[in-house]
């Protein structure tokens, strides 16, 4: 299994940014894909999940913020990522639900 996230880059506070995630070597449309995110000195945390059937789930950090999505003929999971906040500033890693894999993620940062 292979994840490649991209899409993360320096935005103001306030701003806006779409992440997305490529990921091959599985079944993707038949796989829950979640979105987490890691900041420095702080432990893995969920961002948001996107079943197989296309139900979202958001943190209640995010919630009304991000959006996630699938492309299922892209094998690809988006972060819609609105309302910056400097607390949003992490390396966000995509990975399907039912596997262990973590791939190198791609990092945000919000200035203030």
């Known amino acids: 299994v292979q994840l490649q996230a991209s899409g993360g880059g320096l935005v103001q506070a306030g701003g806006s940014l779409r992440l997305s995630c490529v990921v091959s070597g599985i079944i993707f449309s038949g796989n829950t894909m979640d979105w987490y995110r890691q900041a420095p000195g702080n432990q893995r945390e969920w961002v948001a999940t996107?079943?197989?059937?296309?139900?979202?789930s958001y943190a209640d950090s995010v919630k009304g913020r991000f959006t996630i999505s699938r492309d299922n003929a892209k094998n690809s999971v988006y972060l819609q990522m609105n309302s910056l906040k400097a607390e949003d500033g992490a390396v966000y890693y995509c990975?399907?639900?039912?596997?262990?894999?973590w791939g190198q993620g791609t990092l945000v940062t919000v200035s203030s």
């Open positions: 990975t399907p639900r039912r596997y262990n894999i």
């Open positions: 996107i079943t197989q059937m296309d139900i979202p």
